[in-house]
């Protein structure tokens, strides 16, 4: 090894105690933090900030509740126009000298 390469040896040496000392107080900040965020019952944060256990509270669960009850809504709405499309379905690809009969049988009066 040269000199100049024990000299940059020697240096990193002197300054190694120092850096050990700033990373192990910064890990200790951040267990000590999260620690101290898990114990108040604060959201932890993931890689991008977004909440990786968000609390939950009564508004939240009010709003699923309501959006659940809409999502049901929605479904049976859903199945009332599948049940209407099958109907001109129906009609659409029906003979139409049934059809006809079928109409004017709706016509012809009720006694």
């Given at each position: 090894m040269t000199p100049e390469k024990i000299e940059k040896l020697a240096f990193v040496a002197q300054l190694f105690p120092f850096i050990a000392?700033?990373?192990?107080?910064?890990?200790?900040?951040?267990?000590?933090?999260?620690?101290?965020?898990?114990?108040?019952?604060?959201?932890?944060?993931?890689?991008?900030?977004?909440?990786?256990?968000?609390?939950?509270?009564?508004?939240?669960?009010?709003?699923v509740k309501l959006?659940?009850?809409e999502n049901a809504q929605l479904r049976a709405e859903l199945g009332s126009v599948k049940d209407r499309l099958a109907n001109v379905e129906r009609?659409?690809?029906?003979?139409?000298?049934?059809?006809?009969?079928?109409?004017?049988?709706l016509r012809a009066p009720k006694n």
């Amino acid at each position: 090894m040269t000199p100049e390469k024990i000299e940059k040896l020697a240096f990193v040496a002197q300054l190694f105690p120092f850096i050990a000392v700033i990373v192990s107080v910064a890990i200790g900040g951040w267990v000590v933090t999260t620690w101290l965020r898990i114990k108040n019952g604060y959201p932890l944060d993931g890689a991008w900030g977004q909440a990786v256990y968000p609390k939950k509270s009564e508004e939240a669960m009010e709003r699923v509740k309501l959006l659940s009850a809409e999502n049901a809504q929605l479904r049976a709405e859903l199945g009332s126009v599948k049940d209407r499309l099958a109907n001109v379905e129906r009609i659409v690809t029906d003979d139409s000298h049934r059809l006809t009969q079928e109409i004017e049988g709706l016509r012809a009066p009720k006694n």
